[in-house]
């Protein structure tokens, strides 16, 4: 069988399992307190995140309340989170500031991005994932705009997938474009790297 045409079934079973978990809201919620325990006394001040789409994980809560935690250290710091807006000619991605409450549009694929903001420069990058497996390589959804944004970008940025316990896959065979990222969380902890650091 042709191996892309495997990562299409296994993309399609992945998403329904995820969009049909009992308890979603249960994992969401635990996965909500390990990204945030997971941020303390990391050194970033700008984060690119995601809108969830598909069932995937909101992490913007938690990003919200990083972002307020950092005006309240005792040396208060200006954070900033960028959301993705997709380069059609390129197909890679800038990350553009969002908060709450900030203007939206839709992008090309209907997913919603911040109107008119300013684009930031993450130094640390959550990724969702469809899947993931050993190593620290994501299963995403086979448009390569992660892959090519990451190849691009200099300095590379802390790169973290994000997702339910559900998208492990321990056979994931990933291919020569694909790039492993630094740590994965799930609602059970740290993933990778294998120990948690």
């Known amino acids: 069988m042709n191996k892309s045409f495997d990562k299409k079934a296994l993309r399609q079973r992945l998403v329904e399992q995820r969009l049909h978990l009992e308890d979603r809201l ?12 997971w941020l303390v006394g990391r050194p970033d001040t700008v984060i690119g995140a995601y809108w969830p789409i598909k069932g995937e994980f909101d992490p913007l809560p938690a990003l919200h309340r990083w972002k307020e935690d950092g005006e309240l ?17 390129h197909k890679t991605l800038t990350f553009h500031a969002w908060y709450p409450g900030c203007p939206m549009e839709e992008d090309a694929y209907g997913i919603p991005k911040p109107k008119d903001t300013e684009i930031l420069v993450p130094t ?10 050993p190593g620290g390589y994501r299963l995403g959804y086979g448009g390569g705009f992660y892959d090519r944004t990451l190849a691009a970008l200099e300095p590379r940025p802390v790169t973290v997938g994000v997702g339910f316990t559900n998208g492990f896959i321990d056979d994931f065979e990933p291919e020569p474009h694909d790039q492993p990222l630094d740590a994965i969380l799930n609602d059970n902890g740290v993933v990778w790297p294998v120990g948690g650091a």
Do not use: S
């Open 26 to 37: 249960a994992r969401a919620d635990a996965l909500q307190d390990i990204l945030r325990i």
């Open 73 to 89: 250290i005792d040396e208060p710091q200006r954070r900033r989170i960028g959301l993705p807006v997709v380069n059609k000619v």
């Open 124 to 133: 640390l990058l959550f990724v969702p994932c469809v899947g993931y497996g």
